[in-house]
């Protein structure tokens, strides 16, 4: 069985090392980015030794909402520019999430090599 634990920070004073809810929200996006990586990379016949996801959420007051993410996948390969490119637009076509957080807030990102 598997399990998972996610301690959520709603209050004022949030507990330390909790989520808010804009992270429980980059959670999800930055898990499906990794996931769809796993599943492009055998279709492609390409090879990665590790990514990195960063997010970085706008939020807007009025009225309340995320309008955009904003994100970077870093990647740790020797693929082309061009095998890159083709990853990325593959990681964005096949999303679930990025669908729902597109129907609501801008989605917008790069795919790099790694330095």
Known sequence: MWRAAIRQGTGLSRPTGALNRAELLLAPTATWMIKGIERVMPI???SLDGVDVILH???QDE????VSVDYEL???TDETDQRLELLH???RKCGT???NVALTA?????IR???
């Not at 009225?63 to 995320?66: A, E, K, Q, S, Y």
């Not at 801008?106 to 790069?110: A, E, Q, S, Y």
């Open 97 to 99: 999430i990025s669908k």
């Open 106 to 110: 801008r989605l917008d990102g790069v």
């Open 63 to 66: 009225p309340p909402g995320i």
């Open 89 to 91: 637009k593959n990681v």
């Open 57 to 59: 959420a706008v939020r």
């Open 113 to 115: 090599r790694k330095s």
């Open 44 to 46: 492609l016949a390409s």
């Open 74 to 76: 870093a990647v740790d």
